[in-house]
């Protein structure tokens, strides 16, 4: 299945919608800018908060907590000095680790479990800040995939305004 997340460039706050490839909207992911840590709601079509996205403070890598139902599900960071593209590791709360490897140029990731691809992120064929596709080869685990999308969209994003 195939998901688009599309930005909304000129909002007063960052705010993406999460849609299938027939452009039917799941969930909508809003930017809470006036906390002391950045925090992403994702919420569906009825306003019912689906997960939360937060980021940890005072880290030395970039480290988001993914959350559901107030409790933590999952954990993603940016591993610092790769020399190759950019990796992330995941940790699940049932103990899976999860491996995000991208090319140079950030355009493409895949999201790894023992060496099967269980989604790939492109940007290939979208503008920089406009949209990304997201493809889950399987029908589990979909909303955790495009969360962790999400994730490195925004970890990537916030590397970039640091460097």
Known sequence: MRYLVRDRMLAFHEE?????????????????LLRLRTTFDLVDTQGDQVAS????????????LI????????????RRFT???D?????????RRLRVAGNLWDREFDIQHEG???AHISRRWFSIRDAY????MGRQDDTLLVILAVCVDHILEDSREDG
């Open 116 to 118: 099967t691809t269980l």
């Open 133 to 136: 596709a997201v493809d889950v």
């Open 87 to 95: 990796r992330f590791k995941v940790s699940l709360q049932d103990g």
């Open 53 to 64: 996205i937060v980021k940890k403070a005072f880290t030395f890598h970039h480290t988001l």
């Open 67 to 78: 959350k559901q139902g107030g409790e933590v599900v999952g954990r993603i960071s940016k």
């Open 83 to 85: 020399l190759f593209g």
């Open 16 to 32: 993406a919608w999460i849609e299938t490839e027939h452009r039917e909207r799941l969930y909508k992911v809003n930017r809470k």
